[in-house]
């Protein structure tokens, strides 16, 4: 299967790719690489999903947090690959930020979130390199924001 296929099956719909708020842009294609910028977490209605992990959200209330910010890269990499996901050879890299107190130890509990719907959508193409990190704060008082690097056709 492909990854449209895969969104279909698993009743899956990307949230709008949107702009960037900063001085940076979403994506850029280098050569055959694909990188797309930090996407924080969004819930279905469009509304930010915000907390500490350790403090007011737990490990599932992350994990859930990450795979929003997986739909977003996913959108990001639809709309930069000309709404062809078949463009895309193979993720390389994630890096996870899990903003969470000093004691909370499960950033790659949280970060799955994000690495299992990449590997569930693009399966075996899906699968990448890791970094799950933790910080004291993210941008909008986020819970987690994630960014992708991908490698294309």
Do not use: W
Not at 73 to 97: M, P, Y
């Amino acid at each position: 299967m492909n990854a449209e296929n895969n969104l279909i099956k698993e009743n899956i719909t990307l949230p709008k790719a949107t702009d960037p708020v900063g001085s940076y842009v979403a994506t850029k294609i280098i050569g055959k690489l694909l990188y797309i910028s930090g996407q924080i977490s969004i819930n279905s209605e469009g509304e930010l999903i915000k907390g500490k992990l350790g403090k007011n959200l737990n490990t599932e209330d992350g994990y859930k947090a990450a795979e929003r910010c997986a739909l977003s890269i996913i959108a990001q990499a639809k709309k930069a690959c000309k709404g062809d996901l078949d463009k895309i050879k193979t993720c390389v890299k994630l890096t996870g930020f899990v903003n969470s107190t000093e004691d909370f130890i499960e950033q790659p509990k949280v970060i799955n979130g994000a690495s299992d719907l990449i590997k569930k959508i693009f399966e075996e193409k899906g699968m990448h390199t890791r970094a799950a990190v933790s910080t004291n704060s993210l941008p909008l008082g986020v819970a987690v924001e994630v960014d992708a690097i991908f490698e294309l056709n």
